[in-house]
């Protein structure tokens, strides 16, 4: 398993709090899935926080069923990305899956609000959107780190033609 850091300009130099999410990077003929907020124009690798006492493999599972409706098969974690912001450390590890089946989606209200909706792009078209975070730099920070974190695990795991 690799690990990789991304460290903000405005980190605090240590951190007193702690998020662990896990994401599943599922290809299937050359397209992979995405979680997209039709509102927002945003999109992510789907998957999200650690429940505590949660396995993370089951986690990852959960989450990916969850927002995209879609069952997966994970494989052992292959990354492990660690950002750093403010007083803040947010771990997310990245498995590939499979896709083993369907099942009905379950989203929050926040989920529900943004619109979210599974969608299969290209990879490299995922690597393009991803590849634009500094473009987000002055208007939306949240955005920006996201894009950032996203295109760094893709660009570590996923080779592309």
């Not at 949660?54 to 959960?62: F, G, L, N, P």
């Not at 450390?89 to 089946?101: A, K, L, P, S």
């Not at 939306?140 to 295109?151: A, K, V």
Request: overall charge negative.
């Amino acid at each position: 398993m690799k690990t990789l850091e991304i460290v903000g300009v405005n980190y605090f130099g240590r951190w007193t709090e702690q998020r662990t999410g896990c994401r599943a990077i599922v290809i299937r003929d050359g397209h992979i899935l995405l979680s997209y907020e039709t509102v927002t124009d945003q999109w992510m690798i789907p998957g999200g926080g650690l429940e505590p006492g949660e396995d993370e493999a089951a986690c990852c599972v959960r989450e990916v069923a969850e927002e995209t409706g879609y069952i997966i098969e994970p494989s052992p974690c292959m990354l492990e990305l660690d950002e750093y912001y403010e007083d803040h450390r947010y771990v997310d590890r990245y498995f590939f899956g499979t896709v083993t089946g369907r099942c009905e989606r379950h989203l929050t209200d926040r989920e529900r609000a943004v619109g979210m909706e599974p969608r299969w792009l290209p990879v490299e078209e995922a690597l393009a959107i991803f590849s634009r975070h500094a473009d987000y730099a002055a208007t939306d920070e949240m955005r920006r780190g996201m894009y950032l974190r996203e295109f760094t695990a893709l660009s570590a795991l996923v080779q592309t033609s």
